[in-house]
């Protein structure tokens, strides 16, 4: 019978025996059990109280005031002087309109108030005016009367003709229509050379054409298109050197930054403890780093829903009550140290635990 191979022969003289598992002590198994909804509650309870005293809403955007920018009188462009992304002040210079059609405008309003000036040199040496024509209209009567009463003389003595009595009458009549004719000349010329209340000491032709001048002069100065406020230039691609700018039809979009804030829409359920005046904290998703303070200036008038175009119309069967937001706006107190863009949006926390600050 062969030997067994030792090495894998049972080896049962050197074997050592297992190590009896360890016992969990009931006291510690309880303590876990404890331990872990406990820290679940006191996260839980840290948590809420965080919460507490601030409301905060991520459907919030930034907003600046724009203004569209549109040349008052027709023309070709000939000069632009900004391109997007450029900062002006107010009152800098966007761009030009070809002025030589509006500065023939204004010779001829200057050649209107020369030929004004001229009728009334005209009208005030009138011959009406001097009152010669009265005078000689005058004698005409005295004369016409006095040959009537020698004729009349005449004929009650028989010495005259009915013929040459009606011819005598005539003429006193002509006479004295003749005078009248001679004052309705003289007012016409004074009532051309009067005027009127609305423009005193100046005759209403000069005025007319005073007024023609100055509308040309507008349109003159309305050529060179100015910035209206300070701020950045968008939408300028519009503006072409040659192209033909059409009056009240915007060629390119202001963007006013000292007028930037941050309208936060939040839910209506969290408006009960909010007021003008109270802390607010604005973040933005384009720069994580960016904290800026700032005030709640107004809480709108309205929820979202009600300013929009076509409002919800909530009378039918199938109705589910939906929580409305509120526009909210933030005025800014510092603008920081980025560029801020209209439209960016923001994560607005509103303090309402804090008493309201001026």
């Given at each position: 019978?062969a030997?067994?191979?030792p090495a894998?022969?049972?080896?049962?003289?050197s074997?050592?025996p297992?190590?009896p598992a360890r016992k969990v002590?009931?006291?510690k198994r309880?303590a876990?059990?404890?331990?872990v909804?406990?820290?679940?509650?006191?996260?839980?309870?840290?948590?809420?109280?965080?919460?507490?005293?601030k409301v905060?809403?991520?459907n919030?955007?930034?907003?600046?005031?724009?203004v569209?920018?549109?040349?008052e009188?027709?023309?070709r462009?000939?000069a632009v002087?900004?391109?997007d992304?450029s900062?002006?002040?107010?009152?800098d210079?966007?761009?030009?309109?070809?002025p030589?059609?509006f500065q023939?405008q204004?010779?001829?309003?200057?050649a209107?108030?020369?030929?004004?000036q001229?009728?009334?040199?005209?009208?005030?040496?009138?011959?009406s005016?001097?009152?010669?024509?009265?005078i000689?209209?005058?004698?005409?009567?005295a004369?016409a009367e006095?040959?009537?009463d020698?004729?009349q003389a005449l004929?009650?003595?028989g010495?005259?003709?009915?013929?040459?009595?009606e011819?005598?009458?005539?003429?006193v009549e002509?006479?004295?229509?003749?005078?009248?004719?001679?004052?309705?000349?003289?007012r016409?010329?004074?009532?051309?050379?009067a005027?009127?209340?609305?423009?005193?000491?100046?005759?209403?032709?000069v005025?007319?054409?005073?007024a023609?001048r100055?509308?040309?002069?507008?349109?003159?100065?309305?050529?060179?298109?100015r910035?209206?406020?300070?701020?950045?230039?968008?939408?300028?691609?519009?503006l072409?050197i040659?192209?033909q700018?059409?009056?009240?039809?915007p060629?390119?979009?202001?963007v006013r930054e000292?007028?930037t804030?941050?309208e936060?829409?939040?839910?209506e359920?969290d408006l009960?403890?909010?007021?003008?005046?109270?802390?607010?904290?604005i973040r933005?998703?384009a720069?994580?780093?960016?904290?800026?303070?700032?005030?709640?200036?107004?809480?709108?008038?309205?929820?979202?829903?009600?300013?929009?175009?076509?409002?919800?119309?909530?009378?039918t069967?199938?109705?589910?009550k939906v929580t409305?937001?509120?526009?909210?706006?933030?005025?800014l107190?510092?603008a920081?140290?980025?560029q801020?863009?209209a439209g960016?949006s923001?994560?607005?926390t509103?303090?309402?635990?804090?008493?309201k600050?001026?």
């Open positions: 019978m030997e067994a191979d894998t022969a049972p080896d049962t003289g074997a050592t297992l190590a002590r009931p006291w309880w876990l059990m404890l331990i909804p406990l820290a679940l509650i006191v996260g839980a309870l840290a948590y809420w109280q965080s919460l507490g005293g905060s809403t991520d919030a955007y930034l907003k600046q005031d724009m569209a920018v549109s040349a009188v027709g023309g462009i000939v002087m900004v391109h992304g900062q002006v002040a107010a009152g210079l966007l761009f030009r309109i070809d030589e059609p023939l204004l010779a001829e309003a200057n209107a108030i020369a030929e004004a001229a009728n009334v040199i005209a009208l005030s040496n009138d011959a005016l001097t009152g010669t024509d009265i000689a209209a005058r004698k005409d009567v004369f006095a040959r009537f020698r004729v004929r009650g003595k010495f005259s003709t009915k013929a040459d009595y011819a005598a009458e005539q003429a002509q006479a004295r229509a003749a005078v009248s004719q001679a004052v309705a000349r003289e016409e010329a004074r009532a051309r050379l005027t009127g209340s609305a423009v005193p000491g100046v005759n209403p032709q005025a007319a054409a005073q023609r100055a509308n040309a002069e507008l349109a003159l100065r309305r050529t060179e298109v910035a209206p406020a300070a701020g950045r230039i968008a939408q300028a691609d519009r072409q040659g192209q700018a059409v009056p009240n039809l060629v390119l979009t202001l000292d007028s804030y941050v936060a829409n939040f839910k359920t009960a403890g909010m007021r003008v005046g109270q802390r607010a904290e933005f998703d720069y994580p780093d960016l904290v800026l303070e700032g005030r709640v200036a107004s809480i709108g008038a309205g929820t979202g829903s009600e300013f929009s175009v076509l409002p919800a119309q909530n009378a069967g199938n109705w589910v409305q937001r509120v526009p909210v706006r933030i005025a107190a510092d920081g140290q980025r801020l863009i960016l923001s994560e607005v509103v303090f309402t635990a804090e008493d600050r001026d």
